[in-house]
């Protein structure tokens, strides 16, 4: 008798355009109700800088990236051609479009809402992520710990979002769940 073994491992996930595009689009709507001011309102009040809602967007993407992609070099890569389909959505000035062209952003807050997560408990980790875009929403002095857990209900969508454009089910924790099921907003 035979035996078969078989080895389970996970094969490289290969970035195609239409990934790309479905998470610019699903930035694209995001900015729309942020704009409306449906999107990180806490306690009524509209962030005093409704882009920055984008960043932690990108924030939350690099981070799914990576865990999709196994590689933060291939997460970046992939995120600036999304930042780039999602920026010529706007049609930018000729001068703007060299930069969107080569792909220069600036992902110093992204690279560092990555290392909160890395850092974090496992059952911590959005709530690292989301203090710090609590700051950049709401300016540094609130309450960042107790903002970040009503930002979390809006926030997770496009985390999620993210992993089911690359076939992989949402992946955070019972806790991390439990705090968007507890959101009294």
């Avoid at 930069?99 to 952003?105: T, V």
């Avoid at 690279?111 to 997560?117: C, K, S, T, Y």
């Avoid at 992989?168 to 907003?185: F, I, K, Q, V």
């Amino acid at each position: 008798m035979t035996r078969l073994f078989v080895r389970w491992r996970k094969l490289p996930i290969r970035v195609t355009t239409e990934h790309k595009a479905a998470l610019a689009r699903a930035l694209q709507s995001r900015f729309r109700k942020l704009q409306e001011g449906a999107l990180y309102i806490v306690d009524g009040q509209r962030p005093k800088d409704f882009a920055e809602g984008i960043s932690i967007d990108l924030g939350l993407i690099l981070i799914a990236l990576t865990e999709c992609l196994g590689s933060r070099r291939a997460a970046e890569a992939t995120l600036k051609d999304i930042i780039a389909l999602f920026l010529n959505f706007f049609d930018p000035p000729e001068a703007d479009r060299r930069f969107i062209e080569f792909r220069r952003f600036n992902l110093d807050r992204q690279f560092q809402m990555a290392r909160a997560w890395q850092a974090s408990p496992t059952d911590r980790r959005l709530e690292a992520v989301l203090s710090i875009g609590a700051r950049l929403l709401f300016g540094a002095e609130i309450d960042a710990a107790r903002i970040a857990k009503l930002l979390v209900r809006d926030a997770r969508p496009i985390y999620v979002r993210t992993l089911h454009v690359f076939g992989r089910p949402g992946s955070l924790t019972a806790g991390e769940m439990t705090l968007s099921a507890t959101d009294t907003r």
